[in-house]
């Protein structure tokens, strides 16, 4: 325990209120005009469509080139939005978008009518974006859940597809901050087509058993960052698809849910192109699967420079798993004479419990098998008691260090 002298505690008083006077003033000269959707007719009731007033915000801020227009949905406030897309390029160089309050999605399927079933809240071709706040983005996913052909395949009617909570397309040096993400119909955050972008202390969380509802995918994307985040779901916390490179997670939390993922890869004999995927200081509980990369055996292209590493597990199925026979339907895919090139790959510093008692199982392609695979310091135990963990390397190439259970490489 550390005590500080009043002479200390003031000093230090003053220092933080010179910074937050100069933090404030150069706040007040980076943000420029802002626009609250309560002055553009929004009642933030949580039964009235307040899509227009969203719009009509929207337009304003995205059309003003002073400084960096600020859009503001404020606290204590829940406002209901139809399935709605806010379009750039703007004219400033950045834009803000202030959620304080509650976004709702309608209650309803049928709203979405014609339209399309997968989006609700989209950005598109903004550069310069941010969005904050320590407010709520609330999908009321249960209605679609109930509704999903997967858990309910006998059902007239029955909804293949549901909207991503949010999805951010073609949105360049931008940024994600400090929102919180609940029940969305299917994945919670897409990142399509984006570069130079930043995810922080986001949390996201439906329940295990909620079909489809990915945290965050990230696809066709470069230069991502997704650091200091919780993600409690019912699919992966974080996966990463197609055309996909330089991604960095760091400081995650994860769990329920199926892992962090990379993949799937190369359904219908897809050209695959994903590198330099870095994730570290991770923690993975109760999930399905721990650091997994998943291929389809018909797909092409690579997969490569890849690290785990500094993952605590604690009751994980699959702690650490390469599957490059992946299927939709097991037992219905059949062998093929080409697959996705995993190689130099590192599993480094990863500790825990095991739900299962396979720790390592590293399923390769015979034709295209996995290339320069690294197992360093690494320590996994089956979480029953009396259980023997064991390890599985079926065409795997490469070089183990301190690998309890191992070995296990070719």
Same mark, same amino acid.
């Given at each position: 325990?550390?005590?500080?002298?009043?002479?200390?505690?003031?000093?230090?008083?003053?220092?933080?209120?010179?910074?937050?006077?100069?933090?404030?003033?150069?706040?007040?000269?980076?943000?420029?005009?802002?626009?609250?959707?309560?002055?553009?007719?929004?009642?933030?009731?949580?039964?009235?469509?307040?899509?227009?007033?969203?719009?009509n915000a929207w337009k304003d801020?995205?059309?003003?080139?002073a400084g960096s227009p600020l859009?503001?949905?404020?606290? *204590?406030?829940?406002?209901?939005?139809?399935?709605?897309?806010?379009?750039?390029?703007?004219?400033?160089?950045? =834009?803000?978008?202030?959620?304080?309050?509650?976004?709702?999605?309608?209650?309803?399927?049928?709203?979405?009518?014609?339209?399309?079933?997968?989006?609700?809240?989209?950005?598109?071709?903004?550069?310069?974006?941010?969005?904050?706040?320590?407010?709520?983005?609330?999908?009321?996913?249960?209605?679609?859940?109930?509704?999903?052909?997967?858990?309910?395949?006998?059902?007239?009617?029955?909804?293949?597809?549901?909207?991503?909570?949010?999805?951010?397309?073609?949105?360049?040096?931008g940024s994600l901050s400090n929102?919180?993400?609940?029940?969305?119909?299917?994945?919670?955050?897409?990142?399509?087509?984006? *570069?130079?972008?930043?995810?922080?202390?986001?949390?996201?969380?439906?329940?295990?058993?909620?079909?489809?509802?990915?945290?965050?995918?990230?696809?066709?994307?470069?230069?991502?960052?997704?650091? *200091?985040?919780?993600?409690?779901?019912?699919?992966?916390?974080?996966?990463?698809?197609?055309?996909?490179?330089?991604?960095?997670?760091?400081?995650?939390?994860?769990?329920?849910?199926?892992?962090?993922?990379?993949?799937?890869?190369?359904?219908?004999?897809?050209?695959?192109?994903?590198?330099?995927?870095?994730?570290?200081?991770?923690?993975?509980?109760?999930?399905? *699967?721990?650091?997994? =990369?998943?291929?389809?055996?018909?797909?092409?292209?690579?997969?490569?420079?890849?690290?785990?590493?500094?993952?605590?597990?604690?009751?994980?199925?699959?702690?650490?798993?390469?599957?490059?026979?992946?299927?939709?339907?097991?037992?219905?895919?059949?062998?093929?004479?080409?697959?996705?090139? =995993?190689?130099?790959?590192?599993?480094?510093?990863?500790?825990?419990?095991?739900?299962?008692?396979?720790?390592?199982?590293?399923?390769?392609?015979?034709?295209?098998?996995?290339?320069?695979?690294?197992?360093?310091?690494?320590?996994?135990?089956?979480?029953?008691?009396?259980?023997?963990?064991?390890?599985?390397?079926?065409?795997?190439?490469?070089?183990?260090?301190?690998?309890?259970?191992?070995?296990?490489? =070719?």
């Amino acid at each position: 325990m550390y005590f500080f002298s009043s002479s200390c505690t003031m000093n230090s008083f003053a220092v933080i209120l010179i910074i937050g006077l100069v933090s404030s003033r150069i706040a007040s000269q980076v943000v420029g005009s802002s626009f609250n959707v309560l002055d553009y007719g929004a009642t933030g009731d949580g039964s009235t469509d307040d899509s227009q007033a969203f719009l009509n915000a929207w337009k304003d801020a995205c059309s003003s080139a002073a400084g960096s227009p600020l859009l503001i949905i404020p606290q *204590n406030l829940k406002f209901l939005v139809h399935p709605i897309t806010f379009s750039g390029p703007c004219n400033s160089e950045k =834009i803000n978008f202030a959620i304080m309050g509650t976004i709702l999605a309608p209650a309803s399927p049928s709203i979405w009518g014609d339209g399309d079933p997968s989006q609700w809240l989209a950005f598109q071709d903004v550069t310069g974006l941010n969005i904050y706040g320590s407010g709520t983005i609330d999908g009321q996913g249960k209605v679609w859940w109930d509704q999903s052909c997967r858990d309910h395949p006998g059902l007239e009617g029955c909804k293949g597809l549901a909207p991503t909570a949010l999805k951010l397309i073609s949105c360049n040096e931008g940024s994600l901050s400090n929102i919180m993400f609940s029940n969305s119909p299917q994945s919670h955050v897409l990142i399509y087509g984006c *570069n130079d972008f930043r995810v922080d202390s986001v949390a996201i969380q439906s329940p295990e058993d909620s079909p489809n509802t990915d945290g965050i995918h990230i696809q066709s994307s470069h230069q991502l960052s997704i650091t *200091n985040s919780k993600i409690s779901t019912g699919d992966d916390c974080v996966s990463i698809g197609d055309y996909t490179s330089n991604v960095e997670i760091n400081f995650l939390s994860c769990g329920p849910g199926h892992g962090i993922s990379i993949g799937s890869l190369g359904k219908s004999g897809n050209e695959v192109q994903v590198e330099n995927i870095h994730v570290s200081n991770a923690f993975l509980y109760g999930t399905t *699967n721990g650091a997994r =990369i998943k291929t389809w055996q018909a797909g092409k292209g690579y997969v490569r420079n890849v690290i785990f590493e500094n993952l605590i597990l604690h009751t994980v199925n699959n702690p650490i798993i390469i599957d490059q026979h992946y299927c939709d339907d097991p037992g219905a895919c059949q062998e093929t004479g080409s697959g996705v090139q =995993i190689s130099d790959v590192t599993f480094r510093n990863i500790y825990g419990t095991s739900g299962t008692d396979v720790t390592v199982n590293l399923n390769c392609s015979k034709v295209v098998p996995c290339k320069d695979i690294h197992l360093q310091f690494v320590q996994l135990a089956a979480a029953q008691p009396g259980n023997l963990a064991t390890a599985s390397c079926n065409n795997a190439y490469g070089q183990e260090f301190i690998v309890v259970p191992g070995p296990c490489l =070719i």
